[in-house]
């Protein structure tokens, strides 16, 4: 059974689809669930971050520059 020209480009498509999905598919499965063995972070535990340079301050008047 040959595949007319006007299909090739589908069939290929739908191929590499599949062969992607498929390899997706495998690598979440071997995937262990990091969310359930890490322990929850609190924002008090960070280090205090140093900051450089001016604040931000957005431009809420384009024309006057």
């Known amino acids: 059974m040959k595949i007319p020209?006007?299909?090739?480009?589908?069939?290929?498509?739908?191929?590499?689809?599949?062969?992607?999905?498929?390899?997706?598919?495998?690598?979440?499965?071997?995937?262990?669930?990091?969310?359930a063995t890490k322990e929850p972070v609190y924002l008090a535990d960070q280090t205090p971050v140093r900051v450089v340079g001016p604040a931000f301050l957005p431009n809420s008047n384009p024309r006057g520059r």
């Open 5 to 35: 020209d006007e299909r090739l480009n589908l069939v290929m498509l739908a191929t590499v689809a599949l062969f992607t999905a498929g390899i997706a598919a495998g690598a979440a499965f071997m995937q262990r669930p990091a969310a």
